[in-house]
């Protein structure tokens, strides 16, 4: 059983900077890959970027590709995601999930544990 419980996220401007974290809970966090997800309003959710278990992969969405950066840190049970140069068009609520294989995945179906969510919302 992995807990998971989003921070970080707020309001900013344009051209901006957030970093959200993701604390986790349960003895599994350093063996499951992670996953960032996002959801605006009336849209389905969508992949940001996902983690292996030893940080050692990562895969980040075309649309988020040279702005945004997934981490982790197991000795803390923490996974980030650094953003910047934020747009209006990534507003949304940001989830943070969890999977108990050894793949990134791209697919919000591959993922056994899910976060409450964070806002972001970019000004422009």
């Known amino acids: 059983q992995v807990q998971l419980v989003e921070s970080g996220g707020g309001l900013v401007q344009a051209g901006g900077s957030l970093r959200l974290s993701c604390a986790a809970s349960?003895?599994?966090?350093?063996?499951?890959?992670m996953g960032w997800f996002r959801q605006a309003p009336g849209k389905q959710r969508a992949f940001v970027a996902g983690?292996?278990?030893?940080?050692?992969?990562?895969n980040h969405a075309d649309s988020v590709k040279g702005r945004f950066t997934i981490s982790r840190d197991n000795a803390k049970n923490t996974v980030y995601l650094q953003m910047d140069n934020l747009k209006p068009e990534d507003t949304a609520v940001y989830y943070c999930?969890?999977?108990?294989?050894?793949?990134?995945?791209?697919?919000?179906?591959?993922?056994?544990?899910w976060g409450q969510g964070t806002q972001v919302t970019v000004s422009g």
């Open positions: 999930a969890a999977r108990q294989r050894p793949a990134v995945s791209s697919t919000r179906w591959d993922y056994d544990y």
């Open positions: 349960g003895r599994t966090f350093s063996r499951s890959v």
């Open positions: 983690i292996s278990w030893s940080g050692g992969s990562t």
